[in-house]
């Protein structure tokens, strides 16, 4: 068992980080009056262990975490106490020499309403508060470890890219190309899983969307939509063969090791109408000016307006952020979870932190030829947005001018 | 956005199904005195309504179920009412002559305490309930359609398997392995998602075991493990290249339509020793005399002892589901959701009953092999469990026996 549960917690270098992150979470704590918090969720498991397990992190206001291991995660390494089941929780953080908590963090939007319940009833005396925020809070910061892990996202993500044109043939659906995408992204080490906030983030490997799908509305938080192979899953690629003077949006799932990069590119089938290519180019404007302004004390909103700005001033602002239907924000926050904060949007006058990372999709959809636009991961620094996506951008033909 | 949501609902064989899975819950809610439920997680919604739409369906204890459907998936059919959000549900309800629900059921083991938190504002004057398990009950016996959409998904799910074999290459390794069958499934129309019930149950296309990894316990409740290529995701292939002598058990997503099939077979690089042969075997017995007392009025219960009876007489029962670590069940309903009910274990008591859908998988991990068995998904009829998973069960061999 030693394998599953305990490496990452027994590695002097990992423990560090850990204490790091658990330091940051207590910070916030404080703020907010908690004496502790019990931690369940998986998103958060791996936030503060490393990995997943089958159990709960307890975190005082000061101090080390307690972690809760369920069997099989068996283990009797320091900080690790075995339980059968949550209801032991309580009793063992006493012998332990915690007090109770009078003010109890959960986990409020990230797990079930069953699953609160049968925690708080662990801690009958207790108030409770949702520490889903304050988790939030302190992962949209990432450390120095986090960044190096989405780094190498962003390597991986980009040599997979690399390799897409080669997967196309003509006559292809869009279905049977982001197939041949994700088999290579997996060969890569993609760990093929998504990773998200709330109810309304289904997906399965990407996002590919070709010609008019991409103006077809889907019930999911996604800035695209797409009508899906099946009603069971209505977002996405519908298996229609790419037709010459289309576009190809690829945006594919970047998770490589429990962190992601979200990245788009895009494609032309043969040949385009110019409005299309000019809308391309007008996101990579965007980007470049919000890379200057995305600087530590920016406010988020000003990422938002510039880039509807930009568009508008273009004449492209009927196409920005879709078409039919057009989303409310340019961009997310990302790191364990697609879509961490800060959400890019007009009505979030937050700031901008050091050592954010932010995905930032400036997106049109032209109508009756598809979507176009570029999304990179960013790391934001004292010097701007640094790029962790950096594969090219340019919006290249494939068809008749794809050799082998 | 008549291609989303409208669909299913304007189809008349489909609002028939519909009618039909209402009135088996409207049965079951009147059993436990709710007046109405308001539902709004993805599984319960495709349930009800045939797709995946951003809202809530609520359903009243007569009558006809009312659909909230919140932008972008506007619609002024029949039955559906645009709303902006939840907090809106309440007067609407009034407006169309609903009665407020006095007891008001809602789904507390299938939402975040966040979310059911806001619904229950919506009617502060209710009594509330879970309804999370009439909806697992009301899903667990399956209408003439879904059986329709799980036959399909056992065909396709056959189709693929029957290709496996082509795949192999000497010195692959187990997740090279995997990645081909992912490629064949999602070509055979597989959607590439896993819905299924609790935070326990992450993965990304299936489960591919080879050798030792068998052993390794996972955090996961499926019944094998797997120490997974990535601490992030701690189950399944673990990227170790596949060595003669070992076994390879092969348990990937059937999901094709929205209901899901599940299925193992399994595969030997070279030759493995008798012990690992005499357990798969042991393990199409099992399901031989399972299929015969698989018959509605039969005890749950029944099926698992009879399992475990079975491989003790076998003298193989310290490698039944499992070896290092045990799990206490032998299979699944399945649906919509991989883990629907009923639990096949010793300690449900509850009956079988006609168009249950299971899956069974008595399953060996033999040291140093690797795991071997069979799953098949069945459905309970009066004659016995009839198998939608009908593709050869022999553990053949791949590596130098296998021919393109």
Redesign the interface.
Known sequence: ?I???I??LLRQEMRNELELRVGKLQTLMKEESFDGVLI???VNL?YLS?????GNVYVPKSGEPLYFLI???ISCQKGCVAVRKPEQIASVLMENGQEPPSRLG????????????RLKACFPNAEYG?V?PLLRKSRSIKTAYEISRMREDGIKHSAVYSMIDKCYRENMTD??FQ??I??LL??E?C???LRAA???M?L??GSLLNGDNAD?????DFTM?G?G??????VGADGMTMMPGTTVMIDMNG????YQTDMTRCRMIGDVPELAKKAHECSRRILRSLEKIGVPGTEVSLLYTTAVDIAREEGLHEYFMGH??KVGFIGHGIGIELNEMPVIMERNNSLLQENMTIAIEPKFVIPHVGAVGVENTYRVTSGGLENLTTFNEEMISLGEGVKE
Chains 1, 2 share one sequence.
């Not at 490393?50 to 089958?54: H, L």
């Not at 077809?216 to 999911?220: A, D, F, I, R």
């Open positions: 068992m394998d599953t549960v490496l990452p369940g969720a998986n791996f490393g990995t997943i397990f089958r069997s099989p995660s959960l986990e409020f939007a990230d797990m079930t309403y069953s699953d609160i319940s949702d889903s279905l049977e197939i041949e994700e088999r997996r060969l080490g760990l093929g899983l709330g109810s309304r289904e399965n490997l077809v509305p889907s019930p999911y939509g009508r192979c099946d009603p069971a899953l209505p998770c490589f090791n429990g039919k239907h």
